[in-house]
C-alpha cells in the first residue's frame, strides 16, 4: 500500500513540475527570458543583482565567439540618471562608450559623465545576442542646498564595471542594452560603493 502511495505521489508531482513539460524551441525560451528582463529591469539594488545572476546564467548557456553588428550608434541610457549615450567600435569585439546625464531632486543636483571600455562576445544560439563586459572612469558633479551651510557642492571621480546584453535588430537600425554597472566613488564627500547602478539603453544605429 505505501509503495502504490509513492508511486501516485510520484505521478502527481511529474504531471505538475514545469521541468517535465517540453520545450518546443530551447531558442524561443531564451529570448523570452531576455524580453523579460528588458521591459522589467529592477532599479534598485536587490533585484539589482538579481539581474546580475540572471545575466550570468544565461552567459553559460551559449557559446561564446566575436563580431560586430554596427560601426557607431547614439541614443539614450533610461537609468540612473537619464542619460546620453555614443558608442563606437574600434575593433570586432571592443568597444568605447562615452555617456553624460542629469538628475535633480529637491534642492540636489548633480551631473556625470562616463567613459566605458567594453568587451563583447557574440551568444551563437541567438543572432545578433551578445553579453558585454569592462569598466571605465568617470566624474559626478553635485550640489546641493544645505540649510546648515547654504550652497554646497563637490566632485566624485567614480570607477564602474560593466556587465550586460545588447542585442541589435536586423533590418531596423535600433539596438538596445541591459547592463549593471556597479561604481566606486572616490572623493567630494560621497564617497563609497554603489551596487544599484544600471540602464536600459536604446541607440540608433549610425552606420
Not at 509513492?6 to 511529474?14: A, E, F, K, P, S
Not at 518546443?24 to 539581474?51: A, D, E, G
Not at 535588430?169 to 564627500?189: A, C, K, N, R
Amino acid at each position: 500500500m505505501h509503495r502504490n502511495l509513492r508511486l501516485v505521489q510520484t505521478q502527481t508531482t511529474l504531471k505538475l513540475n514545469p521541468a517535465f513539460r517540453p520545450c518546443h524551441s530551447t531558442c524561443t525560451k531564451h529570448i523570452l527570458f531576455i524580453v523579460n528582463c528588458v521591459f522589467f529591469f529592477p532599479l534598485n539594488q536587490l533585484k539589482m543583482k538579481n539581474t546580475l545572476f540572471v545575466i550570468i546564467l544565461l552567459i553559460g548557456s551559449f557559446g561564446v565567439s566575436q563580431a560586430q553588428d554596427y560601426n557607431s550608434a547614439i541614443g539614450l541610457r533610461l537609468g540612473y540618471p537619464l542619460s546620453v549615450t555614443y558608442k563606437t567600435f574600434i575593433n570586432e569585439s571592443t568597444a568605447i562608450e562615452a555617456f553624460a546625464g542629469f538628475r535633480s531632486f529637491g534642492s540636489y543636483k548633480e551631473f556625470r559623465v562616463n567613459a566605458a571600455y567594453l568587451i563583447h562576445n557574440e551568444m551563437e544560439s541567438v543572432d545578433r545576442l551578445k553579453w558585454y563586459y569592462g569598466a571605465g572612469p568617470g566624474f559626478a558633479f553635485y550640489s546641493y542646498n544645505s540649510s546648515f551651510q547654504g550652497n554646497e557642492g563637490g566632485v566624485s571621480i567614480t570607477i564602474s564595471g560593466y556587465v550586460g546584453l545588447e542585442y541589435t535588430l536586423d533590418e531596423t537600425p535600433i539596438s538596445f542594452s541591459v547592463d549593471w554597472v556597479p561604481t566606486l566613488f572616490i572623493g567630494g564627500g560621497g564617497s563609497g560603493f554603489g551596487g544599484g547602478y544600471g540602464a536600459l539603453a536604446v541607440r540608433y544605429v549610425l552606420n
